[in-house]
């Protein structure tokens, strides 16, 4: 329970009445004050809550793939980036991470082998895999509307748009594009930053707007169309009621790491840290939380 | 009636039925925007305004008269258990009946917020106002949940004095199988607890 006590009633009137009134007698003033408080709760699920959010591009590759921990007790949250170059092994072989969802054929089977692949890199299991396209992201995000991103620098998307270091309002195509980007960044690594400050800022939206009237039942209806889950209706519209649980203040993001090498056949790929994803799992499986450094 | 009657007990257990009953009624008839009039048998107790205020996706009239009936009528026994009934009384953990288990566990924790339990020692308690406007979530032909804003305002009686305390904000319920209940809530109450400060001006 949060519990506020607010004074609501009196003390500006006579604070008013006091500087205002000068020379008035001395006298004893009765002030009649309440107490306000607050209660919030939504079941959902106990503990740690881990959720796989996989954002794929026209060409069935999942290169936004986020695990995200939450806590709806603690309101905690945690998100733990895995680079979509990561070189894994799948039933066909070698291969990108981001080829595990088309691998198992989409849908169900993709949702399942991808949660397994991530799922042993960084040692925990997923419970929920929400998985979007670019049609669905938009849906959704129109939904939603403007989204307040701090973005971790200053960049140009690949869509020419200037992103400022701090504060930026996205509508749903700039948050698309901000969160696609990459020609002009660093690395990767920038581009799954940049995936964890859009998160964000979404959970700050939804926390803004969760009191308007009829606000998380369209949210929930745009995900319900643009989202690929196998979550069933009803529990995927706890979730939504649920994530604005989380304290945006104690919402920690990692990135698992890794070692650039050129495989036989010439492809660019990463060598997961796999000790350090599991530690990252192991930190965040305790109570949702990463340790600021990273390092778990 | 409504707020100023029976105890504790099986004996109590059974007027609160009547009293779910009683507002149910009144909820039934309380479909559309306008409010009800309070029921002949409650004077000066306010009637459980129940209205549809959006709906995500697509809902016929038929389907959404049932559906706000039925969210009446878990809101309506919430109201009866958490607020009203025969005071003083003791027995609020019985307002959790229609919420889902872990919630209910919440619910005790926070049992002052959700209910009259600080003033369990009232002589009595009536509701002055109790509207819930109501946002429906659907899918295809199926009404998969719907968030309850509320505002719920009563005057309670103590010590002979009038004392009014309210509950806003809202909460949220899920249809599973036609059976609804809640699963969440975010609400604030005013206690109504007069803290007595004095000020020399």
Redesign the interface.
Known sequence: MRNLRHVVRGILLLALMALVVPGAAVRPTTLSLSRVQTAKSVDFDDGVVWVLVLGRDDEDHTDTIELLAFDGETGAASGIGIPRDSWVRLPKGKARINEAWSQGGGEQGGAELAARTVGELVGVDPHFVLVTGFEGFLAMSEEVGEVEVHSPRAFTTDQGLAVRRGPNRFDAEQALDFASSRDNLQDDFARMANNQALLLGYLRSLQAHEEDKGFMEDVTLAALGGLETDLAPTDLYRLAQAVTQVDPNRVTGCLVTGTPFTTGAGAQVIRADKPLAQRLGRDADRDATLDPDCQG | MMGRMARTGSGARGVLASLALLVCLTVAACTTDQPTEPSPSTPGSAALRVRT?????SLDADAQAEAEAAVGDVLSGYVVRAFLGDYPREDFVGAFES?????AR??V??L???TANRLGSAETVHATRLDA?L?????GS?T????A?VRFEFEATVDGEEQP?GLR??L?L???DDTWSV???????????????????
């Open positions: 205020v959006h709906v995500a996706g919420f889902t288990g872990n919630l919440d619910g924790r926070d002052d917020v959700l406007d946002s429906f979530l659907v899918d199926d998969v949940g719907a968030t804003a305390f904000g809202r949220m899920m249809n599973d699963y969440g809530y975010d609400v604030k109450t005013d206690s109504g607890e007069a803290v007595q400060a004095g000020v020399t001006s």
